[in-house]
């Protein structure tokens, strides 16, 4: 964003002082976090007062700030607009700044794989235009709309994650973001707790589209029945499907798992044989989105092809990891949830990368009153899979670790509630280069502290 604290005074029909001349290039809401040119937004609440960081924004290289109207004693010397709510005003600065953006604005949503979506659309279609994206998890209500006004003049495609905990905030941010094309990744079973169930999650998910451009395009999970269900009750929609089924507009099979990453063929509007950088077959699937987005927007399967052997994933989303042992660490750490720890678990038991294979799991949060049921549910799965050892993390994982001890395997099996060092420790005496050690677990469990301290003590 590039604009005249003029402008942006007046998108917020707002008053101000020392508002003249000075061109405003972003903004933030993080005082400690000040790029050079931006705008300030302090936030008041009932243990911090953003206020009291104006001044400090200001000496850091912020060019003014927002000032509550009922704030007392604002700063004379300081440009300053005066509003009545800080969060209603960055929302409405980005709603203005978007409708004058020219770029396509694709908006990504889903129960899992967001994050790797967004990353693998930006990947592909960086090959051929000028790609922003949000930046870490800055997909909520207050991140979205720094998101936007961080969109530089040039960008040509922004993709744009979105985020919930509860009904009405993914069509919030869609309305607020309006999507020219819009992607459900897929609806599993994270916050169940807030939805009931996942008839809740797909139709909170299936929000997106209250934002959508009037011409836009809709990917969706084709094998996810409730997301199909909602679609053909929008015939309206130009809606397409990727997935595995024959009936889904784009198809993955033959996934084979190789040194280089998944290996796959296409077949339906995109055709051959292509390799994503990155194991596991929901990745797969979530490249076929990427794939369909990027051929809507006039790329060639080639070029297709040659992009996705490049794409580059946020950490810690089945990221591989070489121990000094050679021991190969599949950190998946980011996050978990019962539909993606079945898929990382599906990649466990399939690949032959490594014959002696570990399991690290941690929590699986925000899973509301079903959560013990959950838990022990994964245990027919890793029961059917050859593992040499598994390791439980967190309070939650002893329902499972209960639930394993019924069964009798000869698999080596710790539990620890809040003390990754006996994993580490275990880990250290039993792991080599024929080694490959699956860590999955929710974003509160930081899971990757076990990886961590396996890579300090052989260093």
Not at 71 to 90: G, K, M, R, S, W
Request: net charge negative.
């Amino acid at each position: 964003m590039k604009r005249k604290l003029t402008e942006l005074a007046s998108w917020l029909e707002a008053s101000g002082q020392h508002l003249e001349g000075i061109t405003v290039t972003g903004a933030t809401i993080d005082s400690r976090n000040i790029q050079e040119g931006e705008l300030f937004i302090p936030f008041r609440g009932e243990h911090a007062n953003g206020h009291v960081y104006v001044r400090s924004a200001i000496e850091n290289g912020a060019v003014a700030a927002l000032w509550l109207a009922d704030e007392p004693n604002p700063p004379e010397d300081i440009p300053l607009i005066f509003v009545e709510d800080a969060e209603i005003a960055l929302q409405q600065l980005a709603r203005s700044y978007r409708e004058q953006l020219t770029c396509k604005v694709i908006g990504v949503t889903g129960s899992n794989g967001k994050t790797s979506t967004k990353d693998l659309l930006a990947s592909v279609l960086g090959a051929k235009f000028e790609v922003r994206k949000t930046e870490g998890n800055f997909n909520n209500e207050l991140g979205m709309p720094l998101t936007i006004l961080s969109l530089e003049e040039d960008t040509e495609v922004a993709v744009l994650e979105m985020g919930m905990s509860g009904f009405g905030e993914i069509s919030f941010l869609s309305k607020l973001a309006k999507p020219d094309i819009a992607i459900i990744t897929n609806i599993g079973e994270a916050h169940m707790q807030d939805l009931g169930s996942r008839e809740g999650i797909a139709k909170a998910k299936f929000e997106i589209i209250d934002g959508l451009s009037s011409n836009g395009a809709f990917y969706f999970d084709g094998d996810e029945p409730l997301l199909t269900a909602l679609v053909d009750s929008h015939p309206e929609l130009d809606a397409h499907a990727f997935g595995y089924g024959d009936s889904c507009d784009v198809l993955a099979k033959d996934i084979k798992v190789t040194e280089q990453g998944s290996q796959f063929t296409v077949e339906g509007q995109i055709e051959g044989q292509f390799v994503i950088p990155v194991y596991g077959e929901h990745q797969v699937k979530n490249a076929l989105a990427a794939m369909l987005v990027a051929k809507k927007l006039g790329m060639t399967d080639e070029s297709i092809r040659s992009a996705l052997l490049n794409a580059v994933l946020t950490p810690m989303r089945m990221q591989p990891v070489t121990a000094k042992s050679g021991a190969l660490f599949i950190n998946d750490a980011y996050n978990s949830a019962p539909t993606s720890l079945r898929a990382a678990l599906t990649f466990i038991g399939q690949t032959e990368l490594r014959n002696d294979k570990w399991v690290v799991l941690g929590d699986m949060l925000e899973l509301g009153q079903d959560e013990q049921h959950f838990h022990e549910s994964v245990a027919d799965q890793l029961a059917n899979l050859k593992l040499k050892g598994i390791a439980l993390y967190g309070p939650r994982m002893h329902w499972l670790y209960d639930e394993l001890l019924t069964r009798n395997t000869n698999v080596e099996l710790i539990w620890t509630e809040n003390d990754y060092a006996p994993i580490v420790e275990k880990l250290l005496g039993s792991i080599n280069d024929q080694s490959i050690i699956l860590l999955k677990g929710s974003r509160g469990m930081a899971l990757e502290n076990v990886l961590k301290g396996v890579l300090e003590t052989e260093a």
